[in-house]
């Protein structure tokens, strides 16, 4: 049997067994499809305000009603996906391949490189997100691109310290000596031989973590850093949501707040089926 | 012997659930113990000995299941499987007051977070065999019994302080304190050094002849088993294929199985030849293409030079101790009160020399400084001192981390002691054994490559279409073979063998053992063979090195050092070798 | 005992780095700010002769070593600038608001432990089962759950649709006086001061924010809690108690629980680093008047004197809680050593 058809008769028994994961997967292919192609989907115009129209309840013309500036919600959660996706995406990548550069050093030959990575990581763990976000836009200036910057960094730590600990294990196996005797170099070693061993625990670390990041996203918008109005963003569309909550106008806050939910549920879901899928001993 | 056996075991089976079915376990197991009797179970891995013991004592993993079956202690259904004949509680009190278990791995078996005296206490206190005034006088009391000196002390001490045997005989305290009748023993020196295993070992039967006791030992070692069993079961593969009494089992076997195990254990007066040859005996699963059928030695051992091929020259290795590499904390370091030693010597000026086409085997037990010394002749390792000169050439000169580049990198090659972890999981068997191929012959791919990796394959008998395989889908022997393929891919002239067959089965170790005979014949290459058991390299070395505490204590031809040892040190070590002594008998 | 010491001694020295690196980098941040720092040091009632001595103070004339040097003598004499705002000094704004945010962290956390800790244990006794799923949903759910939003939600449920919880605009409703200043904590000084009446007010105003902060706390404590327990009752030690008849409670409590609690604790500091985070919005949805709060409202009025103070305490807080909880773990555990 070839190894394509072994892991697809792999994937398909993970899926079987646990559907949930499935549920999972075939979410995460919608939220993809959104992103991709949401302003193409979105039946109105998210920035399209219609003052006569303002704080309607949902209904058939506009299933998720309209916010306080006539501007239907539908739409705006649909394409707001690609943005909080797209912060999420750029946080996530950035700092997964800063972070397991730098984790696989410390992790490989140990010694000072691996002090001086413990001692960064321990000072930006030391920040919390909210707090390092606040000071860097207070430094920097409020903009997308900076809390993307922050996101990162913040998000740092926990690659790095992934693949430090992967690294690490691996660091004096059978393989790695066998390797060295084979005639590679310790740099071609870690690339060619220990990195790929590390792959899957570290996607696993990044899907989880893809969640958490979209949540930031959310959440930086919702306190006023990062996407500024009139974009259509999730956190930003719960925040201006709140102040109709408490008067009852619940719609405007539900629906962005629910897809958020569900895109990082579905994330958090698909990390722990990457999980089951990679080492089903380490099951959580 | 009267009344019942205290174990009675009658058609046991067991399965498991798991990812590809049910398996089965045990097959219509039966066996007995007789009151005072030492009952061996005998068989390779997966063979169900441990199983059959996790069972009687109801401790078996959440996925096992026994169908149908009975067994019965002292009279007293343990388990009727289908109906429950004896709850959990009241297992849970036999537990540790009638029958008690003791495992391999002692130190990982023990409460790491928890002083061993009070782990004694706590089976104490549970069994209702102290107070809380006394248990603590008990535990001691016990600690001493099991010949743990400074045993107050001890009592606080905490399992990673303690030495492997030091946590197996505590781990014999706990299971001896309440006194059982029944005491299980799974593996119990696995791991120990040869002369560590027979210290636990002679203390625990000892111990259990002193009270009476009836035991189960299981084992893989039939020398052991020999040694203090009085019967033997030997199992394969879930089932029982032969039980007999010691002496009976050794002098005629009667089941081809058993027969097998026998020839491939190696003993003082084997030859290489002998290990596989069970007459009658179906052909091996292991082996394939008909050039790799081993035959006895009858072939004559390719002549030995004069030439030295290797030459190792006052080898010294230390290492520096954990915390005194100073650098601010040195003013912490004078308050440690404890000895200042600073560092570890693990070679201490060690030569030998080796000359082309000759085997050396290097004996020792753990921390004895081999395997420091195959990694520095390997040169994965830099010498603190001393020279290692291969073919003329001072290897030493050039710095380990540098040597993989180097031309002389393809002179010496390695084999390794577990197969599984010598293994890239992501490479299959054809990238690793490319490997070396790549980097040192600069073959870069295609029919060449291709073709070279297949007559390696064919060399060591490794089927080709395994080739494509990973290793996890590969046997032990299996990866032990593409192991072997990848060290002699590059044609070196010095193969350092760390322990290549100690992960393996009996029987497979047999094969193997043959096969790299067979090539160090066809390809005219040295061997240095790093082993812990005298036996296995008299098989294959013409001369041997005894190693202790860092320097060698005795060096000859291989069988005059068995037979005839000279130093203290090499004596202790031949005679804690576990066999079969009809003498005993 | 003296081992322990070194290695209690050790842990804080190894802080020392982390603390630094917090320094320089609230200093690199305050020297980023736009425009004239020294502004923003000096307050909103400074003029021309005090913006100019405060850049004097500040050193701004001098080199970049020489900046860092005045700037941490004035971290050492506790000056973290004024904030413009109010017009105070922000030193004195943080530590007034500490009490309030410090409140509605331990309640949440506290909160967050009672249900978690149980909750894994039950699970990972009981694998499989009903208990186990539900547990592991739970913990799924609650790491997705946007604090911001089951805030609101929860506030629209039980203040609007059911008006159980009392309206959200901070710590006591005006009927009430806050009690007299012990800890800065209302439901403990109003206890020590016998005002059983206060005491209530302020624990209902504490429930919804405390639990909605709970509620994000508990997921990641109880998926812990429940792997470290699974790790622990599958390990060799445990099939030693059992195979030698121990009780289930000993396996459980002594041999089980004991080992779990280390992974636990660790798991605690980060934690907490989420809930410093999470505080902030928290604190805003519920008009919380705590340093979070604060931060944001300094942040939306351009106070950066302020949000770098903010930053800074923060970022300390975190460093001295996981030292705790890091001194703690070496007094517990045998195994930790000294470093090499």
Same mark, same amino acid.
């Given at each position: 049997?070839?190894?394509?058809?072994?892991?697809?008769?792999?994937?398909?028994?993970?899926?079987?067994?646990?559907?949930?994961?499935?549920?999972?997967?075939?979410?995460?292919?919608?939220?993809?499809?959104?992103?991709?192609?949401?302003?193409?989907?979105?039946?109105?115009?998210?920035?399209?305000?219609?003052?006569?129209?303002?704080?309607?309840?949902?209904?058939?013309?506009?299933?998720?009603?309209?916010?306080?500036?006539?501007?239907?919600?539908?739409?705006?959660?649909?394409?707001?996906?690609?943005?909080?996706?797209?912060?999420?995406?750029?946080? #996530?990548?950035? =700092?997964?391949?800063? +972070?397991? @550069?730098?984790?696989? &050093? %410390? $992790?490989?030959?140990?010694?000072?490189?691996?002090?001086?990575?413990?001692?960064?990581?321990?000072?930006?763990?030391?920040?919390?997100?909210?707090?390092?976000?606040?000071?860097?836009?207070?430094?920097?200036?409020?903009?997308?691109?900076?809390?993307?910057?922050?996101?990162?960094?913040?998000?740092?730590?926990?690659?790095?310290?992934?693949?430090?600990?992967?690294?690490?294990?691996?660091?004096?196996?059978?393989?790695?000596?066998?390797?060295?005797?084979?005639?590679?170099?310790?740099?071609?070693?870690?690339?060619?031989?220990?990195?790929?061993?590390?792959?899957?625990?570290?996607? #696993?670390?990044? =899907?989880?973590?893809? +969640?958490? @990041?979209?949540?930031? &996203? %959310? $959440?930086?918008?919702?306190?006023?850093?990062?996407?500024?109005?009139?974009?259509?963003?999730?956190?930003?569309?719960?925040?201006?949501?709140?102040?109709?909550?408490?008067?009852?106008?619940?719609?405007?806050?539900?629906?962005?707040?629910?897809?958020?939910?569900?895109?990082?549920?579905?994330?958090?879901?698909?990390?722990?089926?990457?999980?089951?899928?990679?080492?089903?001993?380490?099951?959580? | 012997?009267?009344?019942?056996?205290?174990?009675?075991?009658?058609?046991?089976?067991?399965?498991?659930?798991?990812?590809?079915?049910?398996?089965?376990?045990?097959?219509?197991?039966?066996?007995?113990?007789?009151?005072?009797?030492?009952?061996?179970?005998?068989?390779?891995?997966?063979?169900?000995?441990?199983?059959?013991?996790?069972?009687?004592?109801?401790?078996?993993?959440?996925?096992?299941?026994?169908?149908?079956?009975?067994?019965?202690?002292?009279?007293?259904?343990?388990?009727?499987?289908?109906?429950?004949?004896?709850?959990?509680?009241?297992?849970?009190?036999?537990?540790?007051?009638?029958?008690?278990?003791?495992?391999?791995?002692?130190?990982?078996?023990?409460?790491?977070?928890?002083?061993?005296?009070?782990?004694?206490?706590?089976?104490?206190?549970?069994?209702?065999?102290?107070?809380?005034?006394?248990?603590?006088?008990?535990?001691?009391?016990?600690?001493?019994?099991?010949?743990?000196?400074?045993?107050?002390?001890?009592?606080?001490?905490?399992?990673?302080?303690?030495?492997?045997?030091?946590?197996?005989?505590?781990?014999?305290?706990?299971?001896?304190?309440?006194?059982?009748?029944?005491?299980?023993?799974?593996?119990?020196?696995?791991?120990?050094?040869?002369?560590?295993?027979?210290?636990?070992?002679?203390?625990?039967?000892?111990?259990?002849?002193?009270?009476?006791?009836?035991?189960?030992?299981?084992?893989?070692?039939?020398?052991?088993?020999?040694?203090?069993?009085?019967?033997?079961?030997?199992?394969?593969?879930?089932?029982?294929?032969?039980?007999?009494?010691?002496?009976?089992?050794?002098?005629?076997?009667?089941?081809?199985?058993?027969?097998?195990?026998?020839?491939?254990?190696?003993?003082?007066?084997?030859?290489?030849?002998?290990?596989?040859?069970?007459?009658?005996?179906?052909?091996?699963?292991?082996?394939?293409?008909?050039?790799?059928?081993?035959?006895?030695?009858?072939?004559?051992?390719?002549?030995?030079?004069?030439?030295?091929?290797?030459?190792?020259?006052?080898?010294?290795?230390?290492?520096?101790?954990?915390?005194?590499?100073?650098?601010?904390?040195?003013?912490?370091?004078?308050?440690?009160?404890?000895?200042?030693?600073?560092?570890?010597?693990?070679?201490?000026?060690?030569?030998?020399?080796?000359?082309?086409?000759?085997?050396?085997?290097?004996?020792?037990?753990?921390?004895?400084?081999?395997?420091?010394?195959?990694?520095?002749?390997?040169?994965?390792?830099?010498?603190?001192?001393?020279?290692?000169?291969?073919?003329?050439?001072?290897?030493?000169?050039?710095?380990?981390?540098?040597?993989?580049?180097?031309?002389?990198?393809?002179?010496?090659?390695?084999?390794?002691?577990?197969?599984?972890?010598?293994?890239?999981?992501?490479?299959?068997?054809?990238?690793?054994?490319?490997?070396?191929?790549?980097?040192?012959?600069?073959?870069?791919?295609?029919?060449?490559?291709?073709?070279?990796?297949?007559?390696?394959?064919?060399?060591?008998?490794?089927?080709?279409?395994?080739?494509?395989?990973?290793?996890?889908?590969?046997?032990?022997?299996?990866?032990?073979?593409?192991?072997?393929?990848?060290?002699?891919?590059?044609?070196?002239?010095?193969?350092?063998?760390?322990?290549?067959?100690?992960?393996?089965?009996?029987?497979?170790?047999?094969?193997?053992?043959?096969?790299?005979?067979?090539?160090?014949?066809?390809?005219?290459?040295?061997?240095?063979?790093?082993?812990?058991?005298?036996?296995?390299?008299?098989?294959?070395?013409?001369?041997?090195?005894?190693?202790?505490?860092?320097?060698?204590?005795?060096?000859?031809?291989?069988?005059?050092?068995?037979?005839?040892?000279?130093?203290?040190?090499?004596?202790?070590?031949?005679?804690?070798?576990?066999?079969?002594?009809?003498?005993?008998? | 005992?003296?081992?322990?010491?070194?290695?209690?001694?050790?842990?804080?020295?190894?802080?020392?780095?982390?603390?630094?690196?917090?320094?320089?980098?609230?200093?690199?941040?305050?020297?980023?700010?736009?425009?004239?720092?020294?502004?923003?040091?000096?307050?909103?009632?400074?003029?021309?002769?005090?913006?100019?001595?405060?850049?004097?103070?500040?050193?701004?004339?001098?080199?970049?070593?020489?900046?860092?040097?005045?700037?941490?003598?004035?971290?050492?004499?506790?000056?973290?600038?004024?904030?413009?705002?109010?017009?105070?000094?922000?030193?004195?704004?943080?530590?007034?608001?500490?009490?309030?945010?410090?409140?509605?962290?331990?309640?949440?956390?506290?909160?967050?432990?009672?249900?978690?800790?149980?909750?894994?244990?039950?699970?990972?006794?009981?694998?499989?089962?009903?208990?186990?799923?539900?547990?592991?949903?739970?913990?799924?759910?609650?790491?997705?759950?946007?604090?911001?939003?089951?805030?609101?939600?929860?506030?629209?449920?039980?203040?609007?649709?059911?008006?159980?919880?009392?309206?959200?605009?901070?710590?006591?409703?005006?009927?009430?006086?806050?009690?007299?200043?012990?800890?800065?904590?209302?439901?403990?000084?109003?206890?020590?001061?016998?005002?059983?009446?206060?005491?209530?007010?302020?624990?209902?105003?504490?429930?919804?924010?405390?639990?909605?902060?709970?509620?994000?706390?508990?997921?990641?404590?109880?998926?812990?809690?429940?792997?470290?327990?699974?790790?622990?009752?599958?390990?060799?030690?445990?099939?030693?108690?059992?195979?030698?008849?121990?009780?289930?409670?000993?396996?459980?409590?002594?041999?089980?629980?004991?080992?779990?609690?280390?992974?636990?604790?660790?798991?605690?500091?980060?934690?907490?680093?989420?809930?410093?985070?999470?505080?902030?919005?928290?604190?805003?949805?519920?008009?919380?008047?705590?340093?979070?709060?604060?931060?944001?409202?300094?942040?939306?009025?351009?106070?950066?004197?302020?949000?770098?103070?903010?930053?800074?305490?923060?970022?300390?807080?975190?460093?001295?809680?996981?030292?705790?909880?890091?001194?703690?773990?070496?007094?517990?555990?045998?195994?930790?050593?000294?470093?090499?």
């Amino acid at each position: 049997m070839t190894a394509m058809a072994r892991s697809f008769r792999h994937f398909s028994y993970v899926m079987g067994e646990n559907p949930v994961t499935a549920a999972a997967f075939a979410l995460f292919a919608l939220i993809v499809a959104l992103a991709a192609f949401g302003p193409w989907i979105a039946p109105y115009d998210p920035l399209a305000t219609d003052a006569m129209n303002a704080l309607q309840p949902p209904s058939w013309a506009h299933p998720f009603g309209t916010d306080q500036l006539g501007r239907d919600v539908m739409s705006r959660v649909i394409v707001a996906t690609r943005l909080d996706l797209g912060i999420a995406v750029s946080a #996530v990548a950035l =700092s997964f391949f800063i +972070g397991s @550069a730098m984790g696989c &050093a %410390a $992790g490989f030959w140990g010694g000072w490189t691996d002090r001086i990575t413990g001692r960064i990581t321990d000072t930006i763990m030391a920040f919390p997100l909210f707090v390092l976000a606040m000071g860097v836009v207070a430094a920097l200036g409020n903009s997308v691109e900076n809390i993307i910057y922050a996101t990162a960094v913040i998000n740092l730590p926990f690659y790095a310290r992934v693949a430090r600990v992967e690294t690490a294990i691996r660091r004096n196996a059978g393989f790695v000596q066998a390797a060295r005797l084979c005639g590679n170099s310790d740099l071609r070693i870690l690339a060619t031989q220990v990195f790929p061993n590390i792959l899957p625990p570290m996607m #696993v670390q990044v =899907s989880l973590n893809m +969640g958490w @990041a979209i949540l930031n &996203a %959310a $959440g930086l918008s919702f306190i006023g850093l990062g996407v500024r109005p009139p974009d259509a963003e999730w956190g930003i569309m719960v925040a201006e949501g709140a102040t109709y909550v408490v008067s009852g106008e619940w719609w405007l806050a539900l629906f962005p707040g629910s897809a958020l939910m569900l895109a990082v549920f579905c994330f958090n879901l698909l990390g722990d089926g990457l999980r089951d899928l990679v080492d089903p001993l380490r099951r959580t | 012997m009267t009344g019942h056996p205290i174990l009675s075991v009658q058609g046991l089976c067991v399965e498991f659930r798991t990812r590809n079915g049910t398996v089965r376990a045990l097959d219509d197991v039966s066996l007995q113990v007789a009151k005072g009797e030492v009952l061996g179970i005998v068989g390779e891995r997966g063979s169900g000995k441990s199983v059959t013991a996790f069972t009687v004592i109801g401790l078996l993993d959440a996925a096992g299941r026994a169908v149908s079956g009975q067994a019965d202690y002292d009279g007293v259904p343990l388990l009727a499987a289908g109906k429950k004949s004896l709850g959990e509680k009241d297992l849970n009190d036999l537990r540790g007051r009638e029958i008690s278990m003791i495992f391999q791995n002692p130190r990982a078996a023990l409460n790491p977070i928890r002083p061993v005296g009070k782990q004694i206490e706590d089976v104490l206190l549970r069994h209702n065999q102290a107070t809380r005034q006394d248990a603590q006088r008990k535990a001691v009391d016990m600690l001493t019994k099991v010949k743990i000196l400074e045993p107050e002390r001890r009592y606080w001490a905490y399992p990673f302080e303690l030495s492997g045997g030091m946590c197996q005989r505590v781990m014999i305290a706990i299971a001896l304190a309440c006194k059982p009748r029944l005491l299980i023993a799974d593996e119990p020196t696995t791991g120990l050094d040869v002369t560590t295993q027979k210290a636990t070992m002679d203390l625990m039967a000892d111990l259990t002849r002193e009270r009476g006791m009836s035991v189960v030992l299981i084992t893989h070692d039939l020398g052991m088993a020999a040694a203090y069993c009085d019967r033997i079961v030997v199992m394969q593969k879930g089932k029982i294929v032969e039980a007999a009494p010691v002496a009976e089992l050794f002098k005629d076997p009667k089941h081809p199985y058993t027969k097998k195990l026998l020839a491939a254990s190696p003993g003082p007066d084997s030859a290489l030849g002998d290990l596989t040859a069970v007459p009658d005996a179906p052909p091996a699963v292991e082996t394939v293409s008909p050039a790799a059928v081993t035959k006895p030695m009858a072939t004559p051992a390719a002549p030995v030079s004069e030439n030295l091929l290797l030459e190792v020259k006052g080898l010294v290795k230390t290492f520096p101790r954990r915390g005194a590499k100073g650098g601010g904390w040195v003013w912490l370091k004078g308050h440690k009160g404890r000895n200042e030693e600073a560092d570890f010597v693990a070679v201490d000026g060690i030569s030998f020399s080796l000359r082309r086409g000759e085997s050396l085997g290097l004996v020792g037990e753990s921390g004895c400084g081999k395997s420091t010394t195959s990694s520095i002749v390997t040169r994965l390792l830099d010498p603190t001192a001393g020279q290692v000169i291969l073919d003329g050439e001072d290897i030493t000169a050039f710095k380990a981390a540098r040597f993989a580049r180097l031309p002389q990198r393809s002179k010496i090659q390695m084999v390794f002691q577990d197969p599984t972890e010598s293994l890239n999981p992501r490479y299959s068997a054809a990238d690793s054994i490319a490997d070396p191929l790549k980097r040192l012959k600069g073959l870069r791919g295609g029919r060449q490559l291709d073709a070279r990796i297949g007559e390696l394959a064919e060399m060591v008998g490794l089927p080709q279409s395994l080739l494509t395989r990973f290793p996890h889908q590969l046997s032990g022997g299996q990866k032990a073979r593409v192991g072997i393929a990848r060290a002699i891919a590059v044609d070196p002239l010095l193969l350092v063998l760390d322990e290549p067959t100690s992960a393996l089965d009996v029987s497979v170790q047999a094969v193997v053992l043959q096969l790299l005979d067979r090539l160090k014949r066809e390809l005219g290459m040295s061997y240095i063979f790093v082993s812990h058991d005298l036996n296995v390299v008299r098989l294959l070395c013409e001369r041997v090195i005894v190693m202790n505490k860092g320097r060698i204590v005795e060096s000859g031809k291989a069988e005059a050092v068995l037979k005839q040892p000279q130093d203290p040190y090499t004596r202790s070590l031949i005679a804690a070798i576990p066999h079969f002594e009809p003498a005993k008998m | 005992m003296r081992t322990k010491l070194m290695q209690i001694g050790q842990r804080l020295l190894q802080a020392l780095p982390s603390v630094f690196g917090i320094i320089v980098i609230s200093f690199v941040l305050t020297r980023a700010l736009p425009g004239d720092p020294a502004v923003y040091f000096a307050g909103m009632m400074a003029d021309d002769n005090s913006i100019a001595e405060v850049r004097k103070s500040l050193g701004l004339d001098r080199s970049w070593i020489e900046q860092f040097f005045i700037y941490v003598g004035n971290l050492l004499h506790g000056n973290l600038g004024m904030s413009l705002s109010t017009g105070r000094p922000v030193l004195e704004e943080l530590l007034t608001r500490l009490p309030a945010s410090l409140e509605l962290t331990f309640a949440g956390l506290g909160l967050a432990i009672l249900v978690a800790v149980p909750l894994g244990v039950l699970a990972a006794t009981r694998p499989g089962s009903l208990t186990d799923h539900a547990c592991r949903l739970l913990v799924t759910a609650g790491v997705s759950l946007p604090t911001f939003f089951t805030g609101l939600f929860l506030m629209y449920l039980f203040y609007y649709l059911l008006g159980w919880a009392p309206s959200p605009l901070g710590r006591l409703d005006i009927l009430y006086l806050s009690p007299p200043h012990v800890t800065g904590f209302f439901t403990i000084d109003s206890l020590l001061d016998g005002d059983f009446e206060t005491f209530w007010a302020a624990l209902r105003q504490l429930v919804l924010p405390a639990f909605t902060l709970g509620l994000f706390a508990l997921a990641p404590i109880a998926r812990m809690t429940r792997a470290a327990m699974l790790n622990a009752l599958g390990s060799d030690y445990v099939r030693t108690a059992r195979a030698n008849g121990l009780s289930q409670t000993t396996v459980l409590g002594v041999y089980a629980f004991r080992n779990a609690a280390l992974p636990v604790l660790t798991t605690l500091g980060m934690v907490f680093s989420f809930l410093l985070g999470a505080n902030v919005l928290v604190e805003k949805v519920f008009s919380w008047p705590g340093i979070g709060s604060f931060a944001i409202q300094a942040l939306v009025a351009s106070d950066y004197a302020a949000v770098q103070g903010f930053v800074l305490a923060m970022a300390l807080l975190f460093v001295v809680v996981n030292l705790a909880i890091d001194v703690l773990l070496t007094t517990i555990d045998p195994r930790v050593a000294l470093e090499g």
